[in-house]
Each structure stands twice: as structure tokens, then as C-alpha cells.
């Protein structure tokens, strides 16, 4: 008999990570070894459970899901990884891809249509949601944005994006820095970096080029 496929979940949400493991637990195939709530923890359980498949969200607090995957490639080449995301925009895809993504799913996807990611990627096929596949498609072929990789957002890193996402949604300083577990000077160090990076100089410009690239809804 084939042992049961062993998946690790990592997500910041709580009645979300919930969900997952108690639909996923309903798999006689699958098996839910674990789960954490930020990449930094996913990282340290990761390396000693050694899953066949993380499913894995990008924006959380400490270390993200994008800086998580390459970390655990790096150590698990193995490992193969199931981005599950709110995120679309070309950057976020590309940034994943890039990091080593296995698949790309989003999280308005039905609970059949994650199984059948699941299923393609735990047989060693690359799984993109039906929107995804067309920009990327689009990408390579060079009509879309994901063609252009110099681009200023290019510039910005992880952390970069990260603080940018939440000053768009209007919280301040001393939140940034407890949601992402860094001091208030770090916070205000990329600030400060973003501004001089992007040319912007204020909260309000920030938070207008966030939502064109999709970091924020209006």
C-alpha cells in the first residue's frame, strides 16, 4: 500500500488554516503533518518533517511566503510548493515563479479545483489557475508586464512590498513593525527607502501606486 501524501500548511489566518486541514483531512490520500502561521516558523518545521507538498500564502507577518519558498528549496529541493494567494497581479506570479512555486492557486478557487492543483503538483506538474495561466502565457510572450522585468517594482524587495502594502492601508509605523516583528527604525528605514526607490514622497503616493499594482483595493 502507497503511504499517504504528506502536506504542510502554511498560513497566517486562523479559521483559513483551519479550514484547509479539515478539508484536506478529508483525503484518505493526503495526510496534514503540520502547519505554521508565518514562513520563519514554516521553515524550522519544514526542515524536519519533510513534506512532499507546503501549500503556502504570501503575505504574512515575519518573513513571507515568497522569502519562505526560496529558503526551503534551498534545503529541500525536494519539497514541492503550492502557492495559495488573494494576490493576481503579475508581479506577485512572477516573484513566485521565481522563488521556485511548484503551482499557483487562488484562494476564490473552488475546493475541487485545489484538489486537482494538489493532485498535479504532488505528481510533479507545474498547477496555475486558469487567470494565472493566461498572464503568464501573455508574459512570455511578451504582451504583458511580466515581459518587462526591469521595471521599477523590480527594485523593491520583499520587505520593500510588505511595508508598502500595509502603509497603503493607512496603519502606522509602530503596527508595521509589531506585524512584522522589526523595529519602529527598520520601518521607518524602508519608508524612507521605498520614497527615494519609487521617487514619491508621501503616504498618499504611496498608497496610489499600491492599488495600481494591486497591493491594496480601493
Known sequence: ?????????????????????????????????????????????????????????????????IEAMMDIKRRNPDTRVLVLTIHKTDEYIHESLRAGADGYILKDATHDELRVAIRSVLNGKTYLSPDISDKVIHGYLGTGRM???????DTLTHREREVLKLVAEGHPNRYIADYLCLSIKTVEKHRSNLMKKLDLHNASTLTSYAIEKGLVTT
Open 147 to 153: 515581459a518587462n522585468v526591469g521595471s521599477t517594482w
Open 1 to 65: 500500500m502507497v503511504g499517504k501524501q504528506r502536506i504542510f500548511i502554511v498560513e497566517d489566518h486562523t479559521l483559513l488554516r483551519a479550514g484547509l486541514r479539515a478539508l484536506l483531512s478529508q483525503d484518505p490520500e493526503l495526510e496534514i503533518i503540520g502547519e505554521a502561521d508565518n514562513g520563519r516558523d514554516a521553515i524550522r518545521a519544514i526542515g524536519s518533517l519533510a513534506p512532499d507538498l507546503v501549500l503556502m500564502d504570501l503575505s504574512m507577518p515575519g518573513m513571507n511566503g
